[in-house]
C-alpha cells in the first residue's frame, strides 16, 4: 500500500521551509531528515493546523526539542506518521489560536 502524503503537507513543506519536494517520501523524518526542530517544528505543527481548522493530536516533545524541553534523544516523526495524524480526528476540533 503507497502512501500520498497530503497536498497541504508538501505545499507548506515547499513553499515555508524550501523543501525540495522531489526528494520526499513517506520515510521521510520531519527531525532527522528534514531538520525541522524546535520553534520550525512548532510552526509547521501551527501551519497545518490553521489549514485544517483543527488541532493535530501530537506529544511534542516526544518529537522534537525546545527551549524548554530536553533536548536529548527523539523519537523520529516520518511524513507517512504525520500524514496519519493530519488525517486522524481529534477529540478538540477547535483551530489552533493565533
Known sequence: MSVVLP?????????????DISKLDPKTRVNRDLG???D???????????????????DFA??????????GWKEDLSLSKLAE?????????DPPDM
Not at 497541504?8 to 523543501?19: A, K, P, W
Not at 520550525?40 to 501530537?58: H, K, P, Y
Not at 516526544?62 to 533536548?71: A, D, K, T
Not at 495524524?85 to 476540533?93: K, V
Request: aromatic content about 8%.
Open 62 to 71: 516526544r518529537y522534537f526539542s525546545g527551549e524548554n524541553l530536553f533536548s
Open 36 to 38: 525541522i526542530d524546535g
Open 85 to 93: 495524524l493530519m488525517a486522524t480526528p481529534t477529540m478538540n476540533s
Open 7 to 19: 497536498e497541504d503537507l508538501v505545499e507548506i513543506l515547499r513553499d515555508h521551509f524550501r523543501v
Open 40 to 58: 520550525d517544528a512548532l510552526e509547521l505543527l501551527e501551519m497545518i493546523e490553521t489549514r485544517m481548522g483543527r488541532r493535530i493530536d501530537l
